[in-house]
């Protein structure tokens, strides 16, 4: 029973079109947050909700837009992709607010061509 | 603001040696540091943490220090195994929000 789930796994689309990435847990978390990692292995934070309501918001292009309709479920929409949003999103998830370990997704990689 | 910096960038050990990676923060205020283990193509994997009223805490061949003063924190991993090799990322904690360190990838040399 996954923990952390994220669909789709791979996301292959052009430039200009608007996505969206699913991210659902099942551990009874209370946050949730949203990380970009590039080619070189950083690991960035992008977003992160807690009990459904945003508390980090980094410096992200506003085509990005989080959605959390309920504590369990964290949607990330993105509009007009460009070739630099290629990358793995991972979302993830701790107990609370914390500091606190996180559980985190499998990954959604994205390929914009 | 935060900066979290960890060496080794690569780091190559023979099976069986030890293997030391290591972190330094800037903000006082982090109180919690996490390692995270990210085997190829996989996700990051929580192995390890220690909060700040810790100096050290082992969980069999693995082990981290933290060193509050100098503001470092080091990951061990002893008797080293092929399964062991992967991209291992720290973290500091200020106010509660992480900062990743840049990783280190580790190979395990049979």
């Given at each position: 029973d996954t923990a952390v789930s994220q669909t789709p796994k791979y996301l292959v689309t052009q430039m200009g079109n608007d996505k969206s990435i699913k991210c659902e847990q099942n551990l009874g978390h209370d946050t949730m947050y949203w990380y970009k990692q590039d080619s070189k292995k950083f690991l960035k934070i992008m977003f992160s909700y807690n009990n459904k309501e945003l508390i980090i918001n980094e410096t992200v292009p506003n085509r990005f837009s989080p959605k959390s309709p309920d504590k369990a479920h964290l949607n990330l929409h993105i509009n007009s992709l460009e070739l630099g949003d290629s990358a793995v999103y991972f979302c993830a998830s701790s107990q609370a607010q914390g500091p606190y370990g996180y559980t985190f997704g499998s990954g959604t990689r994205l390929t914009v061509v | 603001?935060?900066?979290?910096?960890?060496?080794?960038?690569?780091?190559?050990?023979?099976?069986?040696?030890?293997?030391?990676?290591?972190?330094?923060?800037?903000?006082?205020?982090?109180?919690?540091?996490?390692?995270?283990?990210?085997?190829?193509?996989?996700?990051?994997?929580?192995?390890?943490?220690?909060?700040?009223?810790?100096?050290?805490?082992?969980?069999?061949?693995?082990?981290?220090?933290?060193?509050?003063?100098?503001?470092?924190?080091?990951?061990?991993?002893?008797?080293?195994?092929?399964?062991?090799?992967?991209?291992?990322?720290?973290?500091?904690?200020?106010?509660?929000?992480y900062i990743f360190g840049t990783g280190t990838r580790l190979k395990v040399l049979a």
């Open positions: - | 603001g935060e900066n979290v910096e960890q060496h080794p960038s690569t780091l190559s050990v023979q099976e069986g040696d030890s293997a030391v990676i290591k972190c330094t923060y800037s903000d006082s205020a982090s109180n919690y540091f996490p390692w995270y283990k990210q085997e190829l193509g996989k996700r990051p994997q929580l192995i390890i943490d220690i909060r700040s009223n810790v100096g050290e805490k082992k969980d069999q061949r693995i082990a981290v220090t933290l060193n509050k003063t100098a503001k470092h924190f080091s990951l061990h991993i002893t008797e080293t195994q092929p399964e062991d090799s992967a991209v291992y990322f720290c973290a500091a904690t200020p106010l509660a929000k």
